[in-house]
């Protein structure tokens, strides 16, 4: 049974800090690339952050210079250090596969940045 299991979300002011965590199972997780999305309320779910397998990323523009995502292939996890909040950036956050696996979301981690 696939899982993926995200936490680290909270309220912050603005210009703070957060870093998410997604533990992933019962799917290869080394060799897939592993993506962080975000859904703000009335809007449509959109990829933040990618990472391939061999540890390449890639960021949405309006997040880029201030996320950082990266993997642990031996704790099948996935990370998303986020600074310099801003309330812009306030969303559900969840992790899937790149592209992503429908039926695979987890219930997400809320992240609430106060102005």
């Known amino acids: 049974q696939v899982q993926l299991v995200e936490s680290g979300g909270g309220l912050v002011q603005a210009g703070g800090s957060l870093k998410l965590s997604c533990a992933t199972s019962?799917?290869?997780?080394?060799?897939?690339?592993m993506g962080w999305y975000r859904q703000a309320p009335g809007k449509q779910r959109e990829l933040v952050a990618g990472?391939?397998?061999?540890?390449?990323?890639n960021y949405a523009d309006s997040v880029k210079g201030r996320f950082t995502i990266s993997r642990d292939n031996a704790k099948n996890t996935v990370y998303l250090q986020m600074n310099s909040l801003k309330p812009e950036d306030t969303a559900v956050y969840y992790c899937?596969?790149?592209?992503?696996?429908?039926?695979?979301w987890g219930q997400g981690t809320q992240v609430t940045v106060s102005s």
């Open positions: 899937n596969w790149v592209p992503s696996i429908a039926g695979y």
């Open positions: 019962g799917r290869s997780f080394s060799i897939n690339a």
């Open positions: 990472i391939t397998s061999g540890g390449s990323t």
